[in-house]
């Protein structure tokens, strides 16, 4: 008798729970005192190494210097992007943060209804300017230009490869672009080996085996430097240059050294984009009311060159040096074409 | 009546039995299982725009719910719904943004018989092939399913492409205002949808001689081909409706929800239809309740993440104890021994595995 009830009676203790238990208590959002920021991730987790990684970084160090309320909603279903974004603007929150150029859209249409927030749409190239967001981009081609100099200053043979993915995608093509001038400025006649993944925007992403043997090849034609931009496909460039001794490589967008540990063995430095440092500002600026709309570039710069820092002539580090004020004043542009 | 609800302990008792264990494992990992649940059951019902989110998601489920069982009644286990369901929803976005200039009154119908014929070919495909070569349709179903994934992301990469400025994601521009479907009276009308192919396909495989003829297949090839039932037709026009039902799904997703076909947008889809199908013990009507529940924790789990801070991995894991407690329902039955069960509480699935023509 007692096990035919229990299922009723669990039933039951559930139904009265429910009726007990009103909405938990609100965290003071949007009551004109308390400062709140929210970020919505693209689908994946939020310690991915990446973007979502490094914008969270951002938005933890912005909460800890304005005592504000932070919290982030990691995106499961491509379909909730907008619920997401909704979850904290319901909830008056004054910064939201979307992460990836997927996002670009919802974002938009979340900005249009709740004029009071502001929101920073990172990667989310701005066509149109909305007042109440910023576009948060980068100069993948500065970036890539960086990388490039490096480059051509650590080459021997003076012959450098860039293994990339689909030149479909804009910031890859610009990070290549920057390269070949990059490396060029500091010596107009290295060789450059460089590859485009020749599958499509899903492909050649993902593809491992194309990058590093893509990179054994350059190898083979004397590179001994290889610049790696693509996602997995760059991972697998990176790791293939590793198995090579005394060749070096460079990976993009984060500090690869530690996301690609295996590559450590011949990862001189990064082409990095500032996220966590122009997350915090833009969020400054919104909390002092001075919000940007449009587009807002962040900083990309070469990352740290860890173990290789001993390595590296203090010559070289002077002259990266120079080229970065040289850029910041404008005696160096690159070009619109190659 | 008794008989009705003894069909329903099993299902329920799973349920109940799988919120419980994910219960402890939310206590373990250090939530508070009944503020998390409450979180949930709020952002699954807690107003009306929270209750038509439910309703939007549970909406895919029916369909490829239904595409699985109905195949199941004639013995096929159709794992290629997943494949049905993208061509489907492929279809029905290149007919919402390619045709123009039409009133919505052809144009909603147009889109929603591209996604169902579209889905239908290639379950035909797979219900021939099952026919003519004896090829096993869960072989064949996932190697269709790859097709149709590799196939879709190279259209809309290439001939489909949006080719709108600033866009740099390979996706179909949206589909035309007159192609998206309305809400009425605050229910998406995808659900309405959804309802009415659930109660023609309870109907159909209850009534229709040619249901007769699925059942007799599913019940036995042998003692089929014996009463003179034409079994390759069944199995093709078997696979034929289950393709159309699951390219109906996708077709409602692109009209409804996502308004344009872009990759990784519809994942999962067709294989939670397995799910739904076993939880609705394999019928037609049963399949609504199945599909709602497992509906409403994908609409509240974002709410019990916001304010109960709970991963939301949790709701796979109930997802996936609830499915292991159904199809392990012996299980159940010892646990709870004092209950009388129904007869033939066996689930047949067996068949699927058995029905070498």
């Given at each position: 008798m007692v096990d035919r009830a229990l299922p009723a009676i669990c039933i039951y203790c559930w139904i009265f729970t429910i009726i007990l238990f009103p909405a938990t208590a609100m965290s003071g959002c949007g009551d004109g005192k308390t400062f709140c920021i929210g970020l919505v991730t693209d689908v994946g987790v939020i310690d991915d190494k990446s973007f979502n990684q490094s914008a969270w970084e951002g938005v933890q160090k912005a909460g800890a210097e304005l005592g504000a309320v932070i919290k982030y909603m990691e995106t499961?279903?491509?379909?909730?992007y907008e619920q997401n974004i909704h979850m904290f603007a319901k909830n008056n929150y004054d910064v939201i943060l979307t992460v990836g150029f997927a996002l670009g859209e919802a974002t938009i249409q979340a900005a249009g209804k709740y004029p009071r927030i502001a929101f920073i749409g990172i990667d989310q190239f701005q066509a149109k300017p909305v007042h109440n967001v910023a576009g948060l981009i980068f100069r993948e081609d500065i970036a890539g230009f960086k990388a490039g100099a490096l480059s051509s200053m650590l080459s021997k043979t003076n012959i450098i490869a860039a293994v990339m993915a689909t030149d479909l995608v804009p910031p890859v093509a610009a990070f290549q672009k920057g390269y070949k001038a990059g490396a060029r400025y500091i010596n107009p006649d290295i060789k450059i080996i460089s590859s485009f993944h020749p599958g499509g925007l899903d492909a050649s992403f993902t593809d491992p085996e194309w990058g590093a043997s893509t990179a054994a090849q350059a190898i083979a034609q004397g590179a001994d430097v290889v610049f790696a931009a693509g996602g997995l496909t760059g991972n697998g460039a990176l790791i293939e240059v590793a198995a090579h001794r005394g060749k070096y490589c460079i990976g993009v967008d984060t500090d690869q050294w530690f996301t690609v540990p295996s590559a450590r063995s011949c990862l001189v430095s990064c082409a990095l984009k500032q996220i966590a440092p122009a997350v915090f500002t833009l969020i400054k600026l919104a909390h002092q009311d001075q919000f940007p709309e449009g587009n807002y570039y962040g900083d990309v710069a070469l990352s740290s060159f860890h173990d290789f820092d001993k390595k590296i002539p203090e010559k070289i580090k002077q002259d990266l040096l120079e080229i970065e004020s040289r850029i910041k004043d404008g005696r160096i542009t690159i070009s619109a074409d190659e | 009546m008794i008989l009705l609800l003894r069909s329903f302990l099993v299902p329920a008792g799973s349920v109940l039995l799988a919120f419980l264990t994910g219960g402890i494992l939310l206590f373990l990992s250090g939530s508070h299982p009944v503020e998390a649940y409450i979180a949930l059951f709020q952002g699954a019902f807690g107003d009306l725009s929270s209750i038509s989110r439910t309703l939007e998601k549970a909406t895919p489920l029916i369909m490829n719910g239904l595409a699985i069982a109905f195949a199941l009644k004639a013995g096929l286990f159709n794992i290629g719904a997943q494949g049905q369901f993208l061509f489907g929803a492929f279809a029905a976005a290149v007919a919402g943004f390619y045709v123009?200039?039409?009133p919505s009154v052809f144009h909603i119908p147009l889109a929603i018989f591209a996604g169902m014929t579209a889905g239908g070919i290639y379950g035909l495909v797979q219900g021939a092939l099952k026919a003519f070569s004896g090829a096993h349709e869960v072989i064949t179903g996932i190697m269709c399913n790859y097709i149709a994934i590799n196939m879709t992301d190279y259209l809309v990469n290439h001939p489909f492409r949006d080719r709108s400025p600033g866009n740099i994601v390979a996706r179909t521009p949206q589909i035309l205002d007159t192609s998206r479907f309305p809400d009425v009276a605050g229910i998406p009308l995808g659900f309405i949808a959804a309802i009415i192919a659930a109660i023609l396909v309870w109907w159909i495989v209850r009534y229709a001689v040619f249901g007769f003829e699925i059942r007799v297949v599913g019940s036995g090839i042998n003692a089929a081909r014996y009463s003179g039932v034409r079994i390759r037709s069944v199995l093709m026009g078997t696979m034929l409706i289950s393709g159309a039902l699951a390219g109906l799904g996708g077709a409602v997703e692109t009209q409804g929800v996502v308004h344009r076909f872009q990759p990784g947008f519809n994942t999962g889809l067709g294989f939670e239809g397995i799910t739904i199908a076993l939880l609705g013990r394999v019928h037609p009507l049963g399949i609504i309740p199945a599909a709602i529940l497992i509906g409403a924790m994908k609409a509240g789990a974002g709410m019990m993440q916001f304010s109960?801070?709970?991963?939301?991995e949790i709701i796979d894991v109930i997802q996936a104890l609830i499915l292991f407690f159904v199809t392990a329902d012996v299980i159940l039955q010892k646990m709870l021994p004092g209950i009388k069960w129904a007869e033939g509480e066996r689930l047949s699935l067996s068949t699927g595995w058995g029905g070498n023509s």
């Open positions: 499961r279903d491509a379909k909730d | 123009q200039a039409i109960a801070g709970v991963e939301n």
